[in-house]
């Protein structure tokens, strides 16, 4: 199902959160999304092979596929990009991605596929140029890739965040928007506790997206946060959280037990 998140009949911004199938828990919900603005296209972290034939069919009903101008990737997990050989394939479009990525794009592609079409964003984001808009490439990185960005439309004064704000739910909850900060927070913090870097980074994201006017985030897993107070409530939460190597102990490191237990033999 496809979820209008803002449209005022030149400028459209589309959410997918249904097109991976559910099945027992062995995948994880994504969610891709598409912003249109006077007649250009691009797609926000497309996803995997998984997602490619029902995204290509469900963007159809929207926008021409084959017309796409840009493919803009948070960073290079296969969950976020490995279908974007497909994508090059069947469309003239650009892949906008982190400078520290853009030498392993071509590894998800057929050899040559990628010449000339890799726009390197660089380590302070930049100015993406869309129809009579812009999108905003802004840093973020270690949360959780160390060459990261999420992608500000300040039309719809939407963040697509990427993995951060990630929850781990259905589908069909994914669809819905945050309600209850406080309960939501379970959903959020094992995921953040360990794909996220540290509070350094954090808190120096959180100074930076304060400057922006910003009236719902949505995240590349799980539920979006809509409206001023959410907003609000997610980045101060982010600001104070303890993750990654704030957690790390001397435990974590140390040798397995299996082999401890059989005597240490090879």
């Known amino acids: 199902m496809a ?3 803002f ?4 400028h ?3 959410m997918f959160s249904d097109l991976v199938e559910e099945d027992e828990g062995e995948v994880v919900q994504t969610n891709q999304f598409f912003i249109v603005d006077h007649g250009q296209g691009a797609l926000i972290d497309p996803g995997g092979q998984m997602t490619y034939n ?6 159809s009903r929207y926008f021409p596929p084959k017309e796409l101008k840009y493919i803009l990737a948070s960073h290079a997990d296969p969950d976020i990009v490995a279908s974007v050989g497909r994508w090059l394939s069947g469309s003239a479009c650009q892949i906008v991605i982190s400078k520290l990525w853009s030498r392993f794009i071509p590894h998800f592609c057929p050899p040559g596929k990628t010449a000339g079409r890799i726009i390197a964003i ?5 100015k993406i140029q869309l129809g009579h808009s812009h999108i905003l490439a802004l840093p973020a990185h270690f949360l959780h890739s160390e060459g990261n960005f999420q992608f500000y439309d300040p039309l719809s004064k939407i963040l697509f965040s990427g993995d951060l704000g990630a929850s781990m739910v259905s589908n069909a909850d994914a669809a819905q928007a945050v309600t209850d900060f406080a309960a939501h927070v379970p959903r959020m913090l094992p995921f953040h506790r360990r794909y996220m870097s540290g509070n350094r980074a954090c808190r120096l994201w959180a100074a930076m997206v304060r400057q922006l ?4 985030i949505v995240p590349q897993h799980g539920c979006m946060f809509k409206g001023r107070e959410m907003v609000a409530s997610f980045i101060d939460w982010v ?4 993750c990654g190597i ?5 435990r974590h490191y140390s040798l397995p037990t299996s082999w401890l237990q059989s005597g240490g033999e090879f």
Not at 7 to 10: I, K, L
Not at 122 to 126: N, Q
Not at 213 to 216: G, L, P, T
Request: glycine fraction near 6%.
């Open 239 to 242: 600001e104070q959280l303890d």
């Open 246 to 250: 704030d957690l790390l102990a001397e």
């Open 122 to 126: 660089p380590d302070e984001g930049f």
């Open 12 to 14: 459209a911004c589309v």
């Open 3 to 5: 979820i209008e998140l």
């Open 213 to 216: 006017d910003i009236e719902c």
């Open 54 to 59: 029902e995204l290509f069919i469900a963007l």
């Open 7 to 10: 449209n005022d009949g030149q």
